[in-house]
C-alpha cells in the first residue's frame, strides 16, 4: 500500500507538471480556432441569449484566456475575480446558474475533444494527459459555478433589502400608534403594497389610530384614491381609525369625483394637527378604560 | 354525526358573552350560529357581545350579512355587538367586495373588543341604573 | 348500520330485495381493490347502502350488477379522493394490490368490457387498431397498404382509441348511455378535442348527465395530466366551502400575495353560493394560466334557470334571496376580468380571471 502509493503520487506530479505546460502552449496555439468552436456550441446549445454577438465574443475570449491561465498557474484567483464580474453583469439580465456552468461544461468538452484529437494516436499518453487535465477542469467549472451562485445570492439579497427598505414606511410613533407618510407618484401597484403594510402593520403593531400623510402625494387617478379609501373602512373593520393629513386640493377632488363623503373621513391639515388628533383619541381611550377596567 | 370538533363556543363572562367561530363555516354552520348565539343573548341578558372571527380566512357577504344582522339583533335585545380579529387580507376584501361595513363595531382583538364594550358601557347609560 | 335489512325477502319475489345476500360479491369487489381492511369496511358498507337506496328503482334481477357497478364506483371515487391528496395515498391505499385472491376475477371482467368494446367498433378500426397496437405495426407501413398517408392513419387510430376508452368505460361499468347525446359527448371527451366538446356542449350535458359526469372523469384525467386544473361539483352548502378551498390552495402555487388568495377565493364563495341558491346543480372550475401570463381562471357553471336580465343582475343590491345582493357585482370587483352568459332556462356561466403577473 505505502509502496504504490509512494510510487503513484510522484508520478503524478510530474505528469502534471510535465503535461500542463504543453496543454498549455496547445490551447494557446490554437486559440482562436478553439474559442471559435466554444462559441458555435454556445450557440448551438442556445446559452447565454440575452447577450449580443459582441458581448459574447469579448466574454468567451476572457474566459477562454482564464482557463487556460489556470490551467498553467494552477491559481484560481483571477478566475473568480473573473467569474464575479462577469456574474455581475449578466446576472441582471437573466442569466441562470446552468447557463454559466453550462457554458463552462461546454469548454472543457471542446478543449478535451482537442486534445484527443491531438493526442489520439498515442493512447498511453492522451490517458496521462485527459488525466491531468480533467481535475483542473473540473476543478474550473466548480470556481465559476460556485461564484455564480454567489454573486447571485448576494444580488438578490440586495434587491430584497432595497426592496424592503422601500416598502416599510409604517412608523410606529409610540404605542397603538402609527403614521403612514405616503411620498411620490402612487400607482395601483405601490397603492397595493401600501395597503398590504399597513393592514399588517395594524396587526403587529396592535395600533388603534393611524395617520396616513399624503402630503408628498402630487396626485391619484380615480383608481387609486378608491382604493385609498378601500383602505381607510379596511383599517377600520381590524378595529384601527385612520387619520388622513396633508390632502391637497386637488386629491380631495377626486375623492369627491368618485362620491367619497369627505365629511365621513376623518381629515386634518398637517401631520402636526393629525398627530394631535391621534393623540386625543388614544388619551380619550387610555383614560376611560383605565377607569372602570379593575376589578 | 355530532361528534367531531366544534365548529364554535359561546361563553359567559359577566354580562357579556364571547362567540368565538373555530373554523370556516358553510352558510347553514353560520345560519346556526346566528341562531344559538341570538337565543343566548336573551337566555343569559347579555349585555354585549364579542365575536371573535379570527380563524375565518373568507368573510363573503353572506357571512358579513350574517354579522350585521346579528349586530341589529342583539342590539334589539339591548346588547352590544364587536367583532373582532378580522384579517388584514379579509377586512380589504369585505371592502373591496362592497360590504357597507359602517355599522358593525369592531375591535383589533378579544381584548380590545372588551374593553370597547366597557367604554360603551359607560358611555350609554345602562339599562339598569 | 345500513347493511341490515336482511328481511326474509325471496330473491324473486317483488318484496325487498336481498342486500344482506351481496355482502359477500360487495366484499370481494372492493378488497380486491383496498388492502386496507377498514377502509375497506367502510367502503363496502357505503356501497351497500347506495344499493339499498336505489333497490326501489330497480327491476328485480338488476340488483347484482348494480352492486358490482356501485362498488366499483365508490372504490374508484375514493381513488380519486386519494389522488387529490397524493401525499397521504400510500397510507390507506395501494393502487396495485399486490396479490389480491380475486385478481382473476377482475381480469375476467376486464377482458370481457375489453372484448365488448372492441365488438363495438367498425371492422375496419378495429384491424388497424390492433394491427397497430398488437401487432406492431407502424403507421407508415399501414398508410401504404391502405392507401392512405401515415398522418390520416395516425388520425383514425387516435379516433379508434379514443371510441374504444369510451366503449371499454361504458362495459366496465355496466352503462347502457342514458340519451343520444352520451355517446358523442363522451368521444368529444375522450378524443380530449375542444372544438368538438363546444359543439356537442359537453360541459352542460357533463351536468345534466349523471351517467357522463361520472365517466367524463376517468376520460379527462387520460392523455393530459392535469393538476393544474380542479372541478368541484358544487350542489350543497358544504361545497362552498370546498370551493374556495380548492381555488385558495390552486392560487397558491402561482404565489399570490394573500390579499390576491383572498380575494379569488371569496370571489369564488360567491358564485358557488349563487350555484346552491339558483340552479341546485353546478360546478366550479378551476384553472392555473401559464402563458402568455400567469394568472388563476375561475369557470363557475350551472345548469339553473338562467339570469333573465344580466345587468340587473350585475347591480348592487340585486338580489332575490338573503344576501346583500352583491354576489356577481362583488365577485366581479374582486377579480380583474369577468365575463357572464346566461340562457334562460338553460343556465348560466362566469368566467373570472385573477392575473398574477402585470401584463
Ligand atoms: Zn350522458
Known amino acids: 500500500m505505502t509502496e504504490r502509493a509512494s510510487a503513484g503520487f510522484p508520478a503524478q506530479i510530474s505528469d502534471e507538471e510535465e503535461l500542463l505546460p504543453q496543454l498549455v502552449a496547445h490551447l494557446r496555439e490554437h486559440r482562436t480556432r478553439l474559442r471559435q468552436e466554444w462559441a458555435t456550441r454556445i450557440q448551438g446549445a ?44 449578466i446576472i441582471p439580465r437573466g442569466v441562470e446558474t446552468q447557463e454559466v456552468v453550462g457554458i463552462v461544461l461546454l469548454l472543457r468538452d471542446v478543449l478535451a475533444r482537442s486534445l484527443f484529437e491531438k493526442y489520439q494516436r498515442d493512447f498511453p499518453l492522451l490517458n496521462r494527459v485527459l488525466d491531468a487535465y480533467e481535475p483542473a477542469a473540473n476543478r474550473i467549472a466548480n470556481t465559476v459555478a460556485v461564484s455564480f451562485v454567489d454573486e447571485r445570492e448576494r444580488v438578490i439579497r440586495q434587491q430584497q433589502d432595497s426592496i424592503r427598505e422601500l416598502s ?41 389610530v393611524v395617520v396616513v400623510d399624503i402630503t408628498g402625494v402630487p396626485d391619484v387617478d380615480e383608481a387609486v384614491a378608491n382604493h385609498l379609501v378601500q383602505t381607510v373602512d379596511a383599517s377600520r373593520l381590524m378595529g384601527a381609525s385612520v387619520i388622513i393629513t396633508g390632502l391637497s386640493p386637488e386629491i380631495a377632488q377626486t375623492l369627491v369625483t368618485i362620491g367619497v363623503d369627505l365629511s365621513k373621513m376623518d381629515t386634518i391639515g398637517d401631520l402636526q394637527g393629525g398627530l394631535e388628533e391621534a393623540e386625543r383619541h388614544l388619551g380619550y381611550a387610555v383614560t376611560r378604560t383605565e377607569g372602570p377596567g379593575g376589578p | ?114 374593553s370597547s364594550l366597557e367604554r360603551l358601557m359607560n358611555a350609554s347609560p345602562g339599562r339598569r341604573t | 348500520m345500513p347493511a341490515a335489512e336482511p328481511a326474509g325477502g325471496t330473491q324473486q319475489g317483488s318484496g325487498s330485495p336481498d342486500v344482506a ?30 344499493v339499498l337506496a336505489a333497490s326501489g328503482r330497480l327491476e328485480s334481477g338488476t340488483l347484482e350488477p348494480y352492486a358490482i357497478v356501485t362498488a366499483r ?13 397524493r401525499r397521504h395515498q400510500h397510507r390507506v391505499v395501494d393502487l396495485r394490490p399486490p396479490e389480491a385472491p380475486d385478481e382473476d376475477v377482475l381480469v375476467q371482467e376486464d377482458r370481457a368490457a375489453i372484448a365488448q368494446a372492441l365488438s363495438r367498433l367498425s371492422d375496419r378500426e378495429r384491424e388497424i387498431l390492433l394491427a397497430h397496437e398488437v401487432a406492431g405495426r407502424d403507421t407508415r407501413s399501414l398508410a401504404a397498404e391502405l392507401g392512405s398517408t401515415a398522418g390520416a392513419v395516425a388520425a383514425q387510430l387516435n379516433r379508434s382509441r379514443a371510441r374504444l376508452r369510451v366503449e371499454y368505460l361504458l362495459a366496465a361499468e355496466r352503462i347502457e348511455p342514458p340519451t343520444e347525446q352520451c355517446r358523442p359527448v363522451l368521444l368529444a371527451i375522450s378524443g380530449g ?67 390576491d388568495l383572498t380575494l379569488i377565493a371569496t370571489a369564488v364563495s360567491e358564485l ?51 344576501g346583500l345582493g352583491l354576489g356577481l357585482p362583488g365577485a366581479r370587483r ?20 385573477k392575473w398574477r403577473d402585470e401584463p
Open chain 1, 46 to 89: 442556445h446559452l447565454l441569449q440575452a447577450m449580443t454577438p459582441q458581448e459574447m465574443a469579448a466574454e468567451t475570449t476572457s474566459v477562454y484566456d482564464n482557463y487556460v491561465e489556470v490551467l498553467e498557474t494552477g491559481s484560481v484567483e483571477a478566475l473568480q475575480r473573473y467569474a464575479r464580474n462577469l456574474s455581475e453583469r
Open chain 1, 168 to 208: 416599510t414606511p409604517v412608523l410606529p410613533v409610540r404605542e397603538r400608534l402609527l403614521i403612514l407618510p405616503i411620498i411620490g407618484v402612487l400607482d395601483a401597484e405601490r397603492a397595493r403594497q401600501l395597503t398590504e403594510q399597513l393592514l399588517s402593520g395594524i396587526r403587529t403593531h396592535r395600533a388603534k
Open chain 2, 1 to 114: 354525526m355530532t361528534a367531531g370538533p366544534r365548529l364554535f363556543s359561546i361563553l359567559r363572562q359577566g354580562p357579556y358573552l364571547i362567540a368565538s367561530i373555530h373554523t370556516a363555516l358553510d352558510d347553514s354552520q353560520l345560519v346556526r350560529f346566528q341562531e344559538d348565539l341570538i337565543d343566548q343573548i336573551g337566555r343569559y341578558r347579555a349585555r354585549g357581545v364579542v365575536i371573535d372571527v379570527a380563524a375565518l380566512d373568507v368573510l363573503d357577504s353572506f357571512a358579513s350579512r350574517m354579522l350585521r344582522d346579528i349586530g341589529e339583533m342583539a342590539r334589539l335585545r339591548g346588547a352590544a355587538t364587536v367583532v373582532v380579529g378580522i384579517q388584514p387580507d379579509v377586512a380589504f376584501t369585505m371592502v373591496r367586495l362592497g360590504m357597507d361595513t359602517g355599522s358593525v363595531a369592531t375591535a383589533l382583538d378579544l381584548e380590545e373588543g372588551l
Open chain 3, 21 to 50: 345476500a351481496l355482502i359477500p360479491l360487495v366484499r370481494r369487489i372492493v378488497t380486491a381493490r383496498v388492502p386496507d381492511q377498514a377502509t375497506a369496511d367502510d367502503l363496502v358498507q357505503e356501497t351497500l347502502a347506495r
Open chain 3, 73 to 85: 364506483n365508490v372504490v374508484t371515487s375514493l381513488w380519486r379522493d386519494q389522488d387529490r391528496q
Open chain 3, 193 to 259: 378535442d375542444r372544438r368538438r366538446q363546444r359543439d356537442v356542449d359537453a360541459a352542460r350535458h357533463l351536468l345534466e348527465c349523471e351517467a357522463c359526469g361520472r365517466l367524463s372523469e376517468p376520460l379527462m384525467g387520460r392523455g393530459r395530466t392535469r393538476d393544474d386544473e380542479v372541478r368541484v361539483p358544487v350542489r350543497k352548502d358544504a361545497d362552498v366551502v370546498a370551493a374556495r378551498h380548492v381555488a385558495r390552495e390552486l392560487a397558491t402555487r402561482l404565489d399570490f400575495s394573500p390579499t
Open chain 3, 272 to 322: 358557488a353560493r349563487n350555484i346552491v341558491r339558483f340552479a341546485d346543480v353546478g360546478e366550479i372550475v378551476v384553472e392555473l394560466l401559464e402563458a402568455p401570463r400567469r394568472g388563476i381562471k375561475v369557470v363557475a357553471r350551472d345548469a339553473g334557470p338562467g339570469i333573465d336580465d344580466l345587468d340587473r343582475a350585475l347591480l348592487d343590491g340585486y338580489s332575490t334571496y338573503r
Open chain 3, 334 to 353: 374582486l377579480m380583474d376580468e369577468f365575463g357572464i352568459a346566461s340562457e334562460s332556462g338553460r343556465g348560466t356561466t362566469v368566467t373570472m380571471i
